[in-house]
């Protein structure tokens, strides 16, 4: 059996981890649409989240327009901005990868959504002199239809729990 999983998994902590260092207050912004499939996988993670971080934490359900959201996270004055959606990363579903925002759209990693997220995270980062990130994970079946499958089950929860762990919890 391959150990590049467990890899994976410790190369996106190891990631975070340093991502997260110097947060004093992190938005988590769940992207994605409730009827396609994994596509949802961000706002069910933030859902997993909610009422389980600490005070430094605000938590988002964007779904399709997290642009609509930016008045909102600047008015929370973040030190660390994390949009987690669904990302075409050409990998095992359920496989995540924390990018900045300048990398989404190259050949590697491709948002699901036509929004261009490059150009809402340079405006969100002007607006708010926050760090942003975006926690990618490749879907599985991202067509018409509700609920995650089976990898994005398991991945939601890996990720949430890796979450709680790295967060920020007292002020």
């Not at 975070?16 to 009827?35: F, H, K, M, Q, Y």
């Not at 075409?88 to 929004?115: F, N, R």
């Not at 990130?133 to 879907?139: D, G, N, R, S, T």
């Amino acid at each position: 059996m391959s150990n590049q999983p467990r890899r994976d998994t410790n190369k996106l902590r190891d990631k975070l981890r340093s991502w997260l260092t110097e947060a004093d207050s992190v938005v988590i912004a769940g992207i994605g649409n409730p009827i396609r499939r994994d596509d949802f996988i961000g706002v069910e993670i933030v859902r997993t989240l909610r009422g389980r971080t600490g005070p430094l934490v605000n938590l988002l359900e964007c779904e399709t327009a997290p642009e609509s959201f930016i008045g909102q996270i600047a008015k929370l004055q973040p030190t660390h901005v994390l949009l987690i959606d669904a990302g075409i990363l050409k990998q095992k579903p359920g496989a995540s990868v924390l990018v900045e925002p300048d990398q989404v759209g190259s050949e590697s990693v491709v948002s699901t959504h036509a929004l261009p997220l490059q150009i809402m995270c340079r405006y969100l980062a002007e607006t708010t002199n926050a760090t942003i990130a975006l926690l990618l994970i490749q879907p599985k079946d991202a067509t018409f239809g509700e609920g995650l499958t089976a990898e994005l089950l398991k991945a939601k929860t890996q990720l949430a729990s890796l979450l709680l762990r790295l967060l920020p919890t007292t002020q």
